[in-house]
């Protein structure tokens, strides 16, 4: 076996040196010129940049590729960060407008109210500014008067402002509405299970119920055997 591995690697060199003694040969008889060897590198050159330049384009084009990711992910950062500056303002903005709302939501109101006080303290004065005693009915009268005009304005307030006194007599008996304060008998006209007296009125503001009205429920009356 190694004799004949040796006779294969005696072959094999003896083929070598015959195609290398053929080259020569043909370029002892067959010599380029200046311009073909010139042509021959040039060609030469212009083949094997590629191989060599490839590389080097494809680092270029990543470099490129990366400057402008890094570009983008400023931007965004830049852009992230301003978002994060608008909302923590317009959060701060918002819960000031909302203590300021707390605060002056019933600005309106209490002004209206105002109005009223005065109603009353001009009643109040014109009673007490009176040195003599006069005419007692007179007297009456006025107070009656300035009475009358102090609950109109104040159900005017109260109708601006969506605030409403509930009138539950012959209503249903609600509890969500009425606090039971006890049963009466039902009587003519009164239908058990209805509101037959309001010991004080209950009030609602825009449709819901703030106050609830103490009221007495008319209740079947049961007969002595």
Excluded at 10 to 35: G, H, I, K, N, Y
Excluded at 52 to 69: F, H, Q, V, W, Y
Aim: proline share 4%; net charge neutral; aromatic share 4%.
């Amino acid at each position: 076996m190694a004799a004949r591995a040796l006779w294969a690697v005696r072959r094999r060199v003896q083929s070598l040196l015959a195609s290398t003694a053929q080259s020569c040969s043909r370029e002892w008889l067959c010599p380029f010129s200046t311009a073909t060897q010139r042509t021959a590198g040039d060609d030469c050159s212009s083949e094997d940049p590629p191989d060599e330049l490839g590389p080097s384009l494809a680092e270029r084009a990543l470099r490129l590729k990366a400057i402008k990711l890094e570009k983008e992910v400023q931007d965004l950062t830049v852009r992230c960060q301003r978002a994060v500056a608008d909302s923590e303002n317009i959060r701060r903005r918002t819960q000031r407008c909302v203590e300021d709302a707390k605060i002056f939501g019933i600005q309106s109101f209490c002004k209206d109210l105002v109005e009223v006080a005065d109603i009353l303290e001009k009643t109040t004065e014109y009673i007490s500014g009176e040195k003599e005693p006069g005419d007692q009915k007179l007297t009456l009268e006025k107070v009656f008067q300035g009475l009358s005009l102090l609950e109109a304005k104040l159900k005017s307030v109260f109708a601006k402002h969506g605030l409403e006194k509930m009138t539950p007599i012959g209503d249903k008996y609600d509890p969500h509405e009425h606090e039971l304060i006890c049963h009466v008998p039902a009587g003519i006209g009164v239908q058990p299970g209805t509101v037959a007296l309001v010991r004080q009125d209950g009030y609602k503001l825009h449709g819901r119920t703030i106050r609830l009205a103490q009221v007495e429920v008319a209740v079947e009356s049961q007969r002595r055997l």
